[in-house]
C-alpha cells in the first residue's frame, strides 16, 4: 500500500474556500482517522499570521463550517497546523517556503510526499506551479508531489490549452488533480451505482426507451460576494462547462470495463467526443441566456444581478444558460439532452430526469397520466435521493390510472451521512486516487463543445433574457424541449409572470 504520510500545503490560505470548505473537510477526515499519523498542513498565503493565529482562525472555522457535532478533537487537529506568509508571485519566496517544508519534515519526520492545493485565483495557477518547480518542489525524488487546482481551467478554448501546456511544462499529468467538486457529490458517483448495478434500469437505458433527458441544477442565491468573479464568468463557464457537463458523462456514459480511474475517465472522455457539434448559425436555436432582475419576495426586495456588489451596472454576464444538445453515438443517437442552471431560481435543487417514452398505445381514458408519469429522478441536491413515477390504478371500478411515487429518500437511511463532496476528493488527493477528477482531455473537449457558444453569446447572436429573482428563469426556455406538451419538470410558464420577461 502506497505511504500516505504528508505535508498539506494550501496556497490561498486566508481565503474563504480554505476556511468553508477545505479545512473543515480535513478535519472530518481526522476525526473518522482517514488521516495518517504522520501529516501536517501548512497554510500559505499574504496575510501576516503566526502559527498560532491561524490555529485559531481554523478553530473558528471548523466551529462555524464543520457539519459533524464531533468538535471534541478540534484542538489536537490544530495542532499540525503551521502558517507562512508568503507571496506566491515572488520566486524568491520559494527558496523560504523550500525551508519552511524540510523544517516540518524534519521535525515531524515526515518525508517528502507534498500536497500543493491552489486555492487560489486561476491566474495563479501557471504562475505557483512554474515557481514550485524552478525551486525543485515537483521533484519526486523524496517522495510524491502532487498539484491541485480547482476549476475554471481556462475561460475558453484557447487558454485552456495554453494552460494544460504551460502545467504539463514542469508536471506530469498524473501529477496534476483538478477538482470539480460535482464529481465529489456521493449522489453523483450514484448515477454509476444506480445504472451499473440494477439489472432494471440498464436494458432501458438509451434511445430504445429513453425519450429525452433534462438535468437542472438550480440555485435560489445570487451572486453574493462574488461578483467580480462572476462578470468573468457566468453561468455557462461556472456552471455547464464543469459540474453539468461532468453529470452529463455519468448519465450517459457506457459500462467501464472496471471501477479503475482511467476506464471511467476513458468512458466520459468518449462521451465528450461524442457531443454533436452546435453550428455557430444554430446556438440562437439551442441554447438561452438569461439575466435576473430585481423581485420582491415575500415582501423582501431581492436586488438584481446588475446591482450586486461588483457588478456593472449594464452587464451582459448571464446568471442563467439551458442548451439542447445531442451525444452522437449508439446509445443516445437521437434522444435530446437539455440543461440548465440558473442563481435566483425558486430553489436549490439538482437533479437528473430520464423521461421514458410512453407505451405504444395508451388503453385507459379517464386518467390523469401526463408527461409526469415515466419519470426516473434522480436527485443530487439537496434531498439526495431517486424518485420514480409511475401510473397506477386508483382502487375502484373501472380502471383509473393516477400517478404515484416510489420515492427514496438517502435521509431514510438512519445513521449515514453524507459526506461533503470536499471530504471525498481531499481524501482521493492524499490516497492519490484520480478518478473523480477531470482529465486535461476532458476538460477541453468540454471546452471544445461549447465554443460555439461562448462565441454567439459574447456577439450578441442569442438575446439575454431578463428573468425576475425567484422564477424558473427566461419563459422563452419553455419552449426549447421538443415535443407537444413537452417541457421541464419545473417549467417557467404559468407562474403569472406574463409580460414581465424581457431582452435585455
Ligand atoms: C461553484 C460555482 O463551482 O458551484 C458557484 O462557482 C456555485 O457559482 C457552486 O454556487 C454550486 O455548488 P453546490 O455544491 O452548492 O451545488
Given at each position: 500500500m502506497e505511504n500516505n504520510e504528508h505535508i498539506y500545503a494550501i496556497f490561498g490560505a486566508s481565503g474563504d474556500l480554505t476556511k468553508r470548505k477545505l479545512v473543515p473537510a480535513i478535519y472530518s477526515l481526522f476525526i473518522q482517522n482517514l488521516l495518517p499519523s504522520k501529516y501536517a498542513l501548512l497554510g500559505l498565503s499574504r496575510t501576516k499570521f503566526n502559527d498560532e493565529q491561524f490555529r485559531e482562525k481554523m478553530k473558528e472555522a471548523i466551529n462555524k463550517y464543520q457539519e459533524s457535532d464531533d468538535l471534541s478533537k478540534v484542538d489536537e487537529f490544530i495542532s499540525h497546523i503551521y502558517y507562512l506568509p508568503f507571496d506566491s508571485e515572488h520566486p524568491d519566496e520559494y527558496k523560504i517556503l523550500k525551508e519552511k517544508l524540510k523544517t516540518l519534515r524534519d521535525e515531524k519526520e515526515i518525508n517528502g510526499n507534498t500536497i500543493y492545493y491552489l486555492s487560489t485565483p486561476p491566474e495563479l495557477y501557471s504562475i505557483i506551479p512554474k515557481n514550485l518547480a524552478k525551486a525543485g518542489l515537483n521533484n519526486e525524488k523524496d517522495g510524491w508531489k502532487r498539484i491541485v487546482i480547482e476549476k475554471p481551467f481556462g475561460t475558453d478554448l484557447e487558454s485552456a490549452i495554453k494552460l494544460r501546456d504551460e502545467l504539463l511544462e514542469d508536471w506530469q499529468e498524473e501529477q496534476i488533480f483538478r477538482i470539480d467538486h460535482y464529481l465529489g457529490k456521493e449522489t453523483v458517483q450514484n448515477l454509476l451505482v444506480t445504472r451499473f448495478s440494477n439489472g432494471i434500469f440498464e436494458p432501458l437505458w438509451?434511445?430504445?426507451?429513453?425519450?429525452h433527458i433534462e438535468i437542472t441544477s438550480a440555485e435560489s442565491i445570487g451572486v453574493e460576494k462574488r461578483g467580480g468573479y462572476y462578470e468573468t464568468s457566468g453561468a455557462l463557464k461556472d456552471m455547464v462547462q464543469n459540474h453539468l457537463l461532468h453529470i452529463v458523462g455519468m448519465a450517459a456514459m457506457e459500462p467501464p470495463s472496471s471501477l479503475d480511474a482511467n476506464s471511467i475517465r476513458n468512458e466520459v472522455l468518449k462521451v465528450f467526443q461524442s457531443l454533436r457539434p452546435i453550428k455557430k448559425e444554430n446556438v440562437k436555436n439551442c441554447t438561452i441566456r438569461g439575466q435576473y432582475l430585481a423581485s420582491n419576495i415575500k415582501g423582501e426586495h431581492i436586488p438584481g444581478y446588475r446591482e450586486e456588489e461588483d457588478v456593472d451596472k449594464n452587464s451582459e454576464t448571464e446568471t442563467y444558460a439551458a442548451i439542447k444538445f445531442y451525444i452522437d453515438n449508439w446509445r443516445w443517437g437521437g434522444v435530446p439532452f437539455y440543461i440548465r442552471t440558473g442563481k435566483r431560481l425558486p430553489t436549490r435543487v439538482t437533479e437528473v430526469v430520464i423521461h421514458f417514452k410512453s407505451t405504444p398505445h395508451f388503453l385507459f381514458a379517464n386518467n390523469d397520466i401526463t408527461d409526469e408519469s415515466n419519470l426516473l429522478v434522480i436527485r443530487i441536491q439537496p434531498d439526495e435521493g431517486i424518485l420514480m413515477k409511475i401510473g397506477m390504478k386508483t382502487p375502484g371500478n373501472g380502471y383509473e390510472v393516477k400517478n404515484v411515487n416510489m420515492d427514496f429518500h438517502y435521509s431514510d437511511l438512519n445513521g449515514v451521512r453524507i459526506p461533503s463532496a470536499y471530504e471525498r476528493l481531499i481524501n482521493d488527493t492524499i490516497k492519490g486516487d484520480p478518478t473523480l477528477f477531470a482529465r486535461s482531455e476532458e476538460v477541453l473537449e468540454a471546452w471544445k463543445f461549447l465554443q460555439p457558444v461562448i462565441e454567439a453569446w459574447k456577439n450578441d447572436e442569442v438575446p439575454l433574457f431578463g428573468y425576475p429573482a425567484g422564477t424558473w428563469g427566461p419563459e422563452h426556455a419553455d419552449d426549447l424541449i421538443e415535443g407537444k406538451h413537452l417541457t421541464w419538470r419545473y417549467p417557467c410558464k404559468n407562474l403569472s409572470n406574463d409580460g414581465i420577461y424581457c431582452e435585455l
Amino acid at each position: 500500500m502506497e505511504n500516505n504520510e504528508h505535508i498539506y500545503a494550501i496556497f490561498g490560505a486566508s481565503g474563504d474556500l480554505t476556511k468553508r470548505k477545505l479545512v473543515p473537510a480535513i478535519y472530518s477526515l481526522f476525526i473518522q482517522n482517514l488521516l495518517p499519523s504522520k501529516y501536517a498542513l501548512l497554510g500559505l498565503s499574504r496575510t501576516k499570521f503566526n502559527d498560532e493565529q491561524f490555529r485559531e482562525k481554523m478553530k473558528e472555522a471548523i466551529n462555524k463550517y464543520q457539519e459533524s457535532d464531533d468538535l471534541s478533537k478540534v484542538d489536537e487537529f490544530i495542532s499540525h497546523i503551521y502558517y507562512l506568509p508568503f507571496d506566491s508571485e515572488h520566486p524568491d519566496e520559494y527558496k523560504i517556503l523550500k525551508e519552511k517544508l524540510k523544517t516540518l519534515r524534519d521535525e515531524k519526520e515526515i518525508n517528502g510526499n507534498t500536497i500543493y492545493y491552489l486555492s487560489t485565483p486561476p491566474e495563479l495557477y501557471s504562475i505557483i506551479p512554474k515557481n514550485l518547480a524552478k525551486a525543485g518542489l515537483n521533484n519526486e525524488k523524496d517522495g510524491w508531489k502532487r498539484i491541485v487546482i480547482e476549476k475554471p481551467f481556462g475561460t475558453d478554448l484557447e487558454s485552456a490549452i495554453k494552460l494544460r501546456d504551460e502545467l504539463l511544462e514542469d508536471w506530469q499529468e498524473e501529477q496534476i488533480f483538478r477538482i470539480d467538486h460535482y464529481l465529489g457529490k456521493e449522489t453523483v458517483q450514484n448515477l454509476l451505482v444506480t445504472r451499473f448495478s440494477n439489472g432494471i434500469f440498464e436494458p432501458l437505458w438509451n434511445r430504445n426507451y429513453i425519450h429525452h433527458i433534462e438535468i437542472t441544477s438550480a440555485e435560489s442565491i445570487g451572486v453574493e460576494k462574488r461578483g467580480g468573479y462572476y462578470e468573468t464568468s457566468g453561468a455557462l463557464k461556472d456552471m455547464v462547462q464543469n459540474h453539468l457537463l461532468h453529470i452529463v458523462g455519468m448519465a450517459a456514459m457506457e459500462p467501464p470495463s472496471s471501477l479503475d480511474a482511467n476506464s471511467i475517465r476513458n468512458e466520459v472522455l468518449k462521451v465528450f467526443q461524442s457531443l454533436r457539434p452546435i453550428k455557430k448559425e444554430n446556438v440562437k436555436n439551442c441554447t438561452i441566456r438569461g439575466q435576473y432582475l430585481a423581485s420582491n419576495i415575500k415582501g423582501e426586495h431581492i436586488p438584481g444581478y446588475r446591482e450586486e456588489e461588483d457588478v456593472d451596472k449594464n452587464s451582459e454576464t448571464e446568471t442563467y444558460a439551458a442548451i439542447k444538445f445531442y451525444i452522437d453515438n449508439w446509445r443516445w443517437g437521437g434522444v435530446p439532452f437539455y440543461i440548465r442552471t440558473g442563481k435566483r431560481l425558486p430553489t436549490r435543487v439538482t437533479e437528473v430526469v430520464i423521461h421514458f417514452k410512453s407505451t405504444p398505445h395508451f388503453l385507459f381514458a379517464n386518467n390523469d397520466i401526463t408527461d409526469e408519469s415515466n419519470l426516473l429522478v434522480i436527485r443530487i441536491q439537496p434531498d439526495e435521493g431517486i424518485l420514480m413515477k409511475i401510473g397506477m390504478k386508483t382502487p375502484g371500478n373501472g380502471y383509473e390510472v393516477k400517478n404515484v411515487n416510489m420515492d427514496f429518500h438517502y435521509s431514510d437511511l438512519n445513521g449515514v451521512r453524507i459526506p461533503s463532496a470536499y471530504e471525498r476528493l481531499i481524501n482521493d488527493t492524499i490516497k492519490g486516487d484520480p478518478t473523480l477528477f477531470a482529465r486535461s482531455e476532458e476538460v477541453l473537449e468540454a471546452w471544445k463543445f461549447l465554443q460555439p457558444v461562448i462565441e454567439a453569446w459574447k456577439n450578441d447572436e442569442v438575446p439575454l433574457f431578463g428573468y425576475p429573482a425567484g422564477t424558473w428563469g427566461p419563459e422563452h426556455a419553455d419552449d426549447l424541449i421538443e415535443g407537444k406538451h413537452l417541457t421541464w419538470r419545473y417549467p417557467c410558464k404559468n407562474l403569472s409572470n406574463d409580460g414581465i420577461y424581457c431582452e435585455l
